[in-house]
């Protein structure tokens, strides 16, 4: 896959996460990067996103306790999440616009396969 998510896990409720995101070696730009979740029932929805730019927004849910950022450099992605609450347990997702070598005219979207993260009460 394009991108490759890490970082998840089961944490209590209080604690900490920090997941990454890292775009494969084929990839020459990304543009827009964004982390999604997903729990049991219930639609993908946002969680944060970044643009090359380093302008962030956040979901209303996650604001002052998320922190998304990247290196372009390096084609990575992270999310620094703390104070997490059971309501945060979901698969989160990996999102971005990139660019690979072999086609650099065009940029596509493409998802991370998921990393699970579990917060227990």
């Known amino acids: 896959g394009q991108l490759v998510e890490s970082g998840g896990g089961l944490v209590q409720a209080g604690g900490s996460l920090r997941l990454s995101c890292e775009a494969s070696?084929?990839?020459?730009?990304?543009?827009?990067m964004a982390w999604y979740r997903q729990a049991p029932g219930n639609q993908r929805e946002l969680v944060a996103s970044i643009t090359r730019k380093v302008i962030t927004q956040y979901a209303e849910s996650v604001k002052d306790r998320f922190t998304i950022s990247r290196d372009n450099a390096k084609l990575t992605m992270q999310l620094q999440m703390s104070s997490l609450e059971p309501e945060d347990t979901a698969i989160y997702y990996c999102?971005?616009?990139?660019?690979?070598?072999?086609?650099?005219?065009?940029?596509?979207?493409?998802w991370g396969q998921g990393t699970q993260v579990t917060v227990s009460s």
């Open positions: 070696r084929s990839v020459v730009e990304i543009n827009t």
């Open positions: 999102n971005a616009d990139l660019r690979r070598y072999w086609d650099p005219l065009k940029e596509s979207n493409y």
